[in-house]
């Protein structure tokens, strides 16, 4: 399995073992982290996880565990920028397939990347996005 995007969900429940997170999912992340290739983190997903810890929807050891795997060395999780490249993508996902616009970095950090996207949000999976789950 080559290198994976995930989606904030995707990459909470995979650092903390939560068993919500798919058996596909699970097995294409430990296949990529096992090969040596990289996990993409898209950095809306760092947003978005402070954002929850905030709200209290998530403990802040969730974003903890993002924060140590980001800092690792060699990295297994890498954060992908929000660049051009992303917002040249952003065109090509659907906002009506994918109306929230989070969703839609997401999916567009993936396809500017050339990767397939762990998530299990249903909207994005029906897009024309290559998913895992």
């Known amino acids: 399995m080559p290198s994976v995007a995930v989606d904030t969900h995707a990459i909470v429940w995979y650092l903390s073992g939560d068993k919500r997170l798919s058996g596909r999912a699970m097995d294409a ?23 929850l810890v905030e709200k209290g929807r998530l403990p802040s050891i969730a974003r903890d565990r993002l924060i140590n795997v980001l800092d690792d060395q060699p990295a297994t999780c890498r954060l992908a920028p929000l660049d051009r490249m992303v917002a040249n993508a952003l065109a090509s996902i659907n906002r009506d397939d994918v109306p929230d616009l989070p969703d839609r970095i997401v999916s567009a950090t993936a396809l500017a990347l050339q990767v397939p996207l762990v998530s299990r949000d249903g909207m994005i999976r029906a897009s024309a996005v290559e998913t895992i789950w």
């Open 29 to 51: 992340l430990d296949t990529a982290t096992a090969a040596g290739y990289v996990i993409y983190v898209p950095s809306i997903c760092l947003v978005e996880l402070t954002y």
